[in-house]
T-cell receptor, first 112, second 114 residues
């Protein structure tokens, strides 16, 4: 079992729809969770971080965390063609542990 | 904003060469990381450093070494480049600070070994 698992996609959604990206992790001790967006040929850029169970909203983005189910998701409302990218889920154990483990990413395509 | 600068965006080298990839950050962050990214394999950690002159192996350290002589600079060295080291290399930094901090990435170096 991979430490951080994501469906590779592509996930295709029409413009204006809600895109739902999912991620599961294996380490129950994980404390911090991050979503990065990566455009083709570019480096990852941080979109959201979440540390507590529940939802965290930032503009069109909502991160959801359920530690009991070891599940974290990213919702993108009113999807735009510019949201087309690969979305990476990243997990850190927290505390003094410095390494961050990344999933392989989900490719999102927003169809105009 | 955190600025992470990698010395080259594109680099072409020959098999057997010693290759240096440089990374500089301007935010006084303690932790620095080197990853490689390959299609279908995602980001894989090569080495990281949590302080000057300190380093730890990541998941795929074979064929690589690192150097951190100053806090702001973290170098990745390919001792004898091989074709299977053709990849996108990404440097990142992270503030160890209080709480859980994200990583900030440089623009990446696309390295081709011929």
């Amino acid at each position: 079992q991979k430490e951080v698992e994501q469906n590779s996609g592509p996930l295709s959604v029409p413009e204006g729809a809600i895109a739902s990206l999912n991620c599961t992790y294996s380490d129950r001790g994980s404390q911090s969770f991050f979503w990065y967006r990566q455009y083709s040929g570019k480096s990852p850029e941080l979109i959201m971080s979440i540390y507590s169970n529940g939802d965290k909203e930032d503009g069109r983005f909502t991160a959801q965390l359920n530690k009991a189910s070891q599940y974290v998701s990213l919702l993108i409302r009113d999807s735009q063609p510019s949201d087309s990218a690969t979305y990476l889920c990243a997990v850190n154990r927290g505390g003094g542990y410095q390494k961050v483990t990344f999933g392989t990413g989900t490719k999102l395509q927003v169809i105009p | 904003d955190v600025k992470v600068t990698q010395s080259s965006r594109y680099l072409v080298k020959r098999t057997g060469e010693k290759v240096f990839l440089e990374c500089v950050q301007d935010m006084d962050h303690e932790n620095m990381f080197w990853y490689r990214q390959d299609p279908g394999l995602g980001l894989r950690l090569i080495y990281f450093s949590y302080d000057v002159k300190m380093k730890e192996k990541g998941d795929i350290p074979e064929g690589y070494s690192v150097s951190r002589e100053k806090k702001e600079r973290f170098s990745l060295i390919l001792e004898s480049a091989s074709t299977n080291q053709t990849s996108m290399y990404l440097c990142a930094c992270r503030n160890r600070g209080i709480g859980n901090q994200p990583q900030h990435f440089g623009d990446g170096t696309r390295l081709s070994i011929l």
